[in-house]
């Protein structure tokens, strides 16, 4: 496990919010009480957290302004000067390395007017130059140059109050970086808790890390992105069906899953950040393309992660870090929701392979990932149909009256004394309850910015 807490660089040298004498109006009003949306105890969800604008609006205040966000893999930044854009929520950031080498996030809307600062996805530039009015800034975010500059001679006119706006923390973890707006959010690591230890199975199997390949397969789906991060996290009950013809096309005998496999046997880990991953348990997990399960020494696993990682969360399984980061360790699929109004979302899915591997058994395992998810993988469009006909129906009147079922293993929740943390059956809700449980709590609770005010 590596951690490396990026220091803030926010107090102290910036600030953060615009100075001047603007006052924005107080909280986001009005804000809506969920508590009679998300009922934990009784499984029950309603479905107006799918489709009300208002919720939406007031999840990117209290959900996405507060939480730890996924934003990339460090490998995408070699070396200074190099960047990717991306999304937190639905603000628009540039992550980029500095000259000093540290890895920086800043929202990409030029402090001007509030043009997007950058538009590539990603490159190397030596400085992020606005193309409307042509205002300029460092790689440490810093205004550097402004077009006509003498014409600010009236106002109390300060380049160093006009940098682009950065993020209040930053962390990277087994090669993942994550972010968040929120000064006073608790450290990554303890935000994963337990989780880190489910993720370590499929991000540690390598001394020398993980790397990505193959660059960021993007798509736009019709659906709220919370279908696609409650199902990641919870939800092995529908492969079955689901993924019935998928299963047959794989399997040798051209049948459908059979009797042992509907029914596996398996964990589903919750926590009260929620998070949530499932995984069957089998003595003889396995890899599914064959040159990766030949390509390992599953002793030297065992030895690296212990017995109950291999037999579980290392190969097949599923996983969401709340809110919107979620991965498949089998595949190699790293993906983020990133969330589009209430009604869509954009699918951003990375291939994950440990550094050591040797080519051939890197594109088997990048070709295996694609072929089964990603845009045209034959899982992957199971799932997106689910959710975009879910979706599409959601805005009924009496449909959106009829609460959902999340009933599933309720009361099954234990520590099992093998896996850590509290875990249940692999078929259960439990990860799903808590994903809402923690989204309620969020959404009702007065975030960071609203306190400062
Ligand atoms: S909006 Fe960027 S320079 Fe004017
Ligand atoms: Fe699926």
Redesign the pocket.
């Known amino acids: 496990m590596t951690i490396t807490r990026l220091p803030s660089t926010h107090e102290g040298e910036r600030p953060m919010l615009p100075t001047g004498d603007l006052c924005r109006p107080q909280g986001i009003a009005p804000t809506i009480d969920v508590s009679g949306l998300v009922d934990r105890e009784n499984g029950l969800i309603d479905r107006s957290v799918f489709t009300d604008r208002r919720l939406y609006d007031q999840e990117q205040a209290r959900v996405f302004a507060t939480s730890w966000l996924f934003l990339g893999h460090i490998d995408q930044l070699q070396k200074a000067g190099d960047f990717f854009t991306t999304f937190m929520g639905e603000d628009p950031v540039i992550v980029t390395k500095d000259k000093a080498g540290r890895i920086r996030a800043f929202l990409n809307s030029?402090?001007?007017?509030?043009?997007r600062?950058l538009r590539a996805d990603y490159g190397n530039t030596r400085a992020f130059t606005?193309?409307?009015?042509?205002?300029s800034y460092d790689l440490e975010g810093n205004l550097i140059s402004v077009p006509n500059e003498d014409g600010y001679h009236d106002a109390d006119w300060d380049r160093a109050n006009w940098g682009l706006v950065e993020v209040a923390q930053l962390e990277t973890m087994l090669g993942l970086i994550f972010a968040t707006w929120n000064p006073h959010a608790v450290p990554l690591d303890e935000q994963l808790g337990d989780m880190k230890w489910y993720m370590e199975a499929f991000l540690d199997r390598d001394s020398e890390g993980t790397t990505v390949v193959g660059g960021i397969t993007k798509w736009v789906l019709k659906g709220n992105w919370k279908l696609a991060a409650e199902q990641f996290g919870t939800d092995w009950y529908h492969v079955n069906m689901s993924h019935a013809s998928a299963l047959m096309v794989l399997s040798p005998t051209g049948r459908g899953p059979k009797k042992e496999i509907a029914e596996t046997p398996g964990r589903q880990y919750s926590d009260e950040h929620g998070n949530g991953t499932g995984f069957p348990t089998h003595p003889k997990s396995r890899f599914d393309a064959q040159p990766v399960h030949q390509y390992y020494n599953y002793a030297a696993l065992t030895d690296r992660l212990g017995q109950a990682r291999v037999e579980g969360p290392l190969t097949t399984g599923h996983a969401t870090v709340f809110p919107n980061f979620s991965y498949l360790p089998v595949n190699g699929s790293i993906r983020v929701w990133h969330p589009k109004g209430p009604d869509e979302m954009e699918v951003w899915a990375w291939t994950v392979l440990d550094k050591s591997m040797p080519e051939d058994v890197r594109t088997a395992q990048r070709l295996y990932n694609l072929r089964t998810f990603g845009p045209s993988g034959i899982f992957e469009q199971d799932d997106g149909e689910n959710w975009s006909e879910i979706q599409a129906i959601s805005h009924g009147w009496r449909t959106n009256t009829i609460p959902l079922n999340y009933q599933m293993g309720i009361g099954s929740e234990r520590e099992d004394g093998i896996y850590p943390g509290s875990t249940s059956t692999l078929y259960s809700d439990a990860a799903g309850r808590r994903f809402y449980a923690r989204w309620a709590e969020l959404m009702n609770t007065p975030a960071w910015h609203e306190e400062q005010r």
């Open positions: 030029c402090r001007h007017r509030g043009a600062v606005c193309t409307y009015h042509g205002w």
